[in-house]
């Protein structure tokens, strides 16, 4: 079992930044891959970024690459999603997951367990 708890959501300007945290506990955290998706008012949740194991691989979905960082710190059990330049498309409830099996995909169903998410708002 694994649970997941983000924080870090809010209100930001267009252009302005904002850090996702997402901490994990229960499995060991180094153990497993980690993910960031989305979900936008009536769209379907969509894939962000992932991270593997180590943190040494990372993948971002097109529109947020060059924008957003994704990181890991393996002796605090968690995962950060920085967002810089934020967009009002880039508004949706973001939420973390974990990949225990370690695919590293895009997929939703290849992610095993999800927090609870957290909102994101970006005014333009």
């Known amino acids: 079992q694994v649970q997941l708890v983000e924080s870090g959501g809010g209100l930001v300007q267009a252009g302005g930044s904002l850090r996702l945290s997402c901490a994990a506990s229960?499995?060991?955290?180094?153990?497993?891959?980690m993910g960031w998706f989305r979900q936008a008012p009536g769209k379907e949740r969509e894939f962000v970024a992932r991270?593997?194991?180590?943190?040494?691989?990372?993948y971002y979905v097109d529109s947020v690459n060059g924008r957003f960082t994704i990181s890991r710190d393996n002796a605090e059990n968690t995962v950060y999603l920085q967002m810089n330049s934020l967009k009002p498309e880039d508004t949706a409830i973001y939420y973390c997951a974990a990949d225990l099996t370690n695919v590293q995909s895009k997929v939703i169903a290849d992610y095993e367990y999800w927090g609870q998410g957290t909102q994101v708002t970006v005014s333009s």
């Open positions: 229960g499995r060991t955290f180094s153990s497993y891959a």
């Open positions: 991270i593997s194991r180590a943190g040494l691989r990372t």
